[in-house]
Each structure stands twice: as C-alpha cells, then as structure tokens.
C-alpha cells in the first residue's frame, strides 16, 4: 500500500512535505481535506491509529506520523538530504527552527483581529529576523550550500510566503529572493508548483490574512 499524506486544500503546515514529497518521486495517497467542512476531519481524526490526532499526517505502513517538522525529519532521513554528518544535521535543525519561527510569527499577525494596526510591526521585527537569515544564506545556491537539504524545504515557506506578504520587505534581501527562484526552479519543485497538488491559499480564508 502506498504512504498516505494527509492536509488542508492549503499550504499551510503541510506544504514543505508536500514540496519534499514530489522532489523525492515518492509514490503516495493525497488526502485532500476541504477547510471549509472540518467536520469531515474531526469524524475521522481518531480513527486513523495517529498516536498524536493531527493535521498534517503521514502514514506509511507501520509509520505513522503527525506533526509537521516530524514528518519532514523523517522523510529527510529516509531520502539522505539531512545533512552528511552530526554537524550539518545540526545546522539543519536550527534551520528548521528558525523557519518554524518566522513562519509562525506571521500565522499570530494574520490570524489577529487588529491585522491592519499589528502588520507594520511584524514587518519591522520580520526585518531584523530576515537579515540574520540573509547573513547566514550568504552567497550560497541553498542554506547548506549547492546540495538542497530539509532545511531548505523548511525556509522555502518561511521566505515565500512573505514575499507574498510584503515583496518590499523581502525586495531588501536579493540573496533571499534569488534562494526562493532557485529552488522554485528545481525541476520537480517547478512541476509541482505548476502542477494542481500546489494551492496558492497560504492559510485559512476565514483569517484577516490568507496569502490570496
């Protein structure tokens, strides 16, 4: 039986496996769940052997994962891009984080009722975040260097969504938006962005931002 993924009809949390999943070829089930009926979720949430009930999950025979930056360790360890020792898998680690940061970040401004009076000061303190990212990206094709890794795969959210939110903030970091072209520009990173396994909502319609 093939792995099964399983997510929102957005990118959300889900997205860097999505994106991990066509880069690796890996053959899998997409369950697609609609976030405007989660009822259809809450029915089934506890009956799928999940030791954690979650969105985004990952269930491939005996493994069964949820939890969004676990699932993509684990396909990093399963598909060799996690580094070529301790060391690199450290760094890769804290790339993850940091992602998982700013990531959430945005989320807590998008999802606040006093958007359009908090946005100015997410993109101020996003500033300084991003610099530190832009310094240690430095000159490189990917964080980690030629090689693509999950840490990449972690950023690509992080970056490209607030590219999406505020083009002049990232417009102030080339080294950034020349990482997000390059690896949009891998092949089946391309495919799959072209192709209707790619939502273009960022976060849930119901929020004061959604990416759309």
């Known amino acids: 039986m093939a792995p099964r993924f399983g997510y929102w009809n957005l990118q959300g949390l889900g997205q860097a496996s999505r994106l991990l999943l066509a880069f690796t070829g890996t053959e899998h089930e997409d369950e697609v769940l609609d976030i405007a009926h989660r009822e259809v979720w809450m029915d089934k949430k506890f009956n799928l052997g999940l030791d954690f009930p979650n969105l985004p999950y990952y269930i491939d025979q005996d493994v ?12 990093g360890r399963k598909n060799n891009l996690y580094g070529k020792n301790a060391i690199e898998a450290g760094t890769i680690d804290m790339l993850i984080d940091e992602a998982q940061d700013i990531k959430m970040a945005l989320i807590k401004t998008a999802t606040s009722p006093d958007f359009e009076n908090v946005k100015g000061d997410h993109i101020k303190a996003m500033e300084q975040k991003l610099k530190i990212v ?13 090689e693509v890794t999950i840490g990449d795969f972690a950023m690509i959210d992080a970056l490209s969504w607030h590219q999406i939110f505020d083009a002049d903030l990232m417009g102030k970091f080339p080294n950034l938006v020349a990482f997000i072209d390059n690896f949009k520009a891998l092949d089946k990173i391309k495919a799959f962005y072209e192709g209707p396994k790619h939502f273009k909502l960022v976060l849930p319609p119901m929020f004061p931002w959604h990416g759309q």
């Open 134 to 146: 832009s310094d240690f990206l430095g000159n490189k094709k990917f964080f980690m260097g030629d």
């Open 64 to 75: 069964k994962l949820t939890q969004s930056n676990a699932i993509l360790r684990y396909l």
